[in-house]
């Protein structure tokens, strides 16, 4: 079984609709990240996660919102989708404790999410 | 301007060749993580650098890290068809391990 899972793997929706995109992990690990990625652009960090409590905006946060709901959890939400936020968007996790100073990332398979 | 720049943005290389991707960062560069990435599907790690002049191989793939130049190189020996896909590399600028930036990537084609 996979590490980092997402569900969905694909959406469509339409312009306007509230879309909530979920990820789940069995690494145990406290943090844990978004991102989206664009053609040309890389990856871009929405949201970031170092434990329940800690939640932290990224490059890219506007119209987006997330909701960490227990360690394993971490949930992306578009409140009212636009065109431009057709991506594909990743789950990572790291271990990064206190006083670490490496940050593997684990990433899940991805969500592709069109709106029209 | 990127804080993380790739290059090239593509490169096609006939079976067997040798090739290297570059990653030069704007900023001091604490760690340097390697991942590949097949095709819209997720991002595997490869390898992570962090001292300067650091060295690492893993099968036919080399990545060292030039701190001063705040830059590191990915060289692929021999390329297979396996080695096809996009390479990306992640920099901790921050000192705290605390996230990643990550470049725009490079896509790999290799034909037969």
């Known amino acids: 079984d996979a590490d980092v899972t997402q569900t969905p793997r694909n959406r469509i929706t339409k312009t306007g609709k509230r879309i909530m995109l979920e990820c789940s992990q069995t690494?145990?690990?406290?943090?844990m990240y978004w991102y989206r990625q664009d053609p040309g652009l890389g990856l871009q960090l929405i949201y970031y996660?170092?434990?329940?409590?800690?939640?932290n905006k990224g490059e890219i946060s506007d119209g987006y919102s997330v909701s960490r709901q227990a360690q394993a959890k971490f949930s992306l939400s578009l409140e009212s989708a636009i065109p431009n936020q057709t991506a594909l968007y990743f789950c990572?996790?790291?271990?990064?404790?206190?006083?670490?100073?490496?940050?593997?990332?684990?990433f899940g398979p991805g969500t592709r999410l069109t709106v029209l | 301007s990127q804080e993380l720049e790739q290059s090239p943005q593509s490169l096609i290389v006939q079976e067997g060749k040798n090739l290297t991707i570059n990653c030069t960062s704007s900023?001091?560069?604490?760690?340097l993580y390697w991942y590949k990435q097949k095709y819209g599907e997720g991002l595997i790690f490869l390898m992570m650098?962090?001292?300067?002049?650091e060295e690492k191989s893993h099968e036919k793939i080399t990545a060292k890290l030039d701190e001063k130049k705040q830059q590191s190189s990915l060289h692929i020996t021999a390329s297979q068809p396996s080695h096809a896909g996009i390479y990306l590399c992640?920099?901790?600028?921050?000192?705290?391990?605390?996230?990643?930036?990550f470049g725009t990537g490079t896509r790999l084609q290799v034909t037969l």
């Open positions: 990572a996790t790291s271990e990064g404790s206190g006083g670490a100073t490496y940050n593997e990332q684990f």
């Open positions: 690494k145990g690990h406290d943090r």
């Open positions: 996660s170092f434990d329940v409590k800690d939640i």
């Open positions: 900023k001091t560069l604490y760690g």
């Open positions: 650098l962090q001292k300067g002049g």
């Open positions: 992640g920099a901790d600028n921050t000192g705290t391990a605390s996230k990643l930036t």
